[in-house]
């Protein structure tokens, strides 16, 4: 039997495999993985829930996750809902709102995951900090989405800054694998990930 751990690990690689694909495309898309997301639907719709890990789940999470608002997925991987709008999101100052929606889901021990169309980028956030990015156009990024899973599972958030305009910037971030930046740390966890990321 698997643990959550491994089940989170799989789900998380797989958004970002396919947040990898729409990034490159120029496209933007917020996937929000939790069990504690409130949102509204934006539109009225029949929704049939699938798995992240179904077979051709990923075809139809790319054409889903391009319609304005955020995909809701449980933390088995069940698609419950596209096109919802997150609530009680907070503005934060010079960030759009699918930026502002991202932090607000990430809260209550989610993780958001954000397509940004502009820079090219995939931004991570949990607990309501961003804690990484991707740049989609790194040579090989595909081929490392299982490690980057791996290190969204041993960072977690306990030792990330606050988020704030300073904490988004790229130059304060430290480059563990090419085209990957975590943000914030402590020397204890950089370290730690550093070791883990060369096995």
Same mark, same amino acid.
């Given at each position: ?79 419950? /809902? ?26 209550? /021990? ?32 595909? /081929? ?56």
């Amino acid at each position: 039997m698997k643990s959550k751990e491994d089940i989170a690990k799989k789900i998380e690689k797989e958004i970002l495999e396919v947040s990898i694909e729409i990034t490159k495309k120029g496209e933007g898309a917020l996937f929000v993985i939790g069990n504690n997301i409130r949102y509204t639907r934006l539109l009225k719709q029949k929704f049939r829930t699938f798995n992240v890990l179904d077979k051709g789940a990923r075809k139809v999470l790319v054409g889903i996750a391009t319609i304005d608002g955020a995909v809701i997925i449980d933390k088995k991987g069940n698609v419950k /809902d596209y096109g919802a709008m997150i609530k009680n999101v907070k503005a934060f100052k010079g960030y759009g709102t699918r930026h502002s929606a991202a932090i607000s889901a990430s809260k209550d /021990d989610n993780t958001s995951i954000l397509c940004s169309e502009e820079e090219k980028k995939v931004k991570i956030f949990k607990n309501g900090r961003y804690i990484m990015q991707v740049d989609a156009l790194e040579k090989g990024i595909e /081929d490392k989405t299982s490690g980057i899973a791996t290190m969204l599972e041993t960072i977690g958030a306990g030792f990330i800054g606050t988020i704030g305009v300073v904490t988004l910037a790229p130059t304060l971030g430290i480059a563990l694998v090419p085209g990957v930046i975590i943000f914030g740390g402590s020397y204890y966890a950089i370290k730690r990930l550093l070791s883990f990321s060369k096995k």
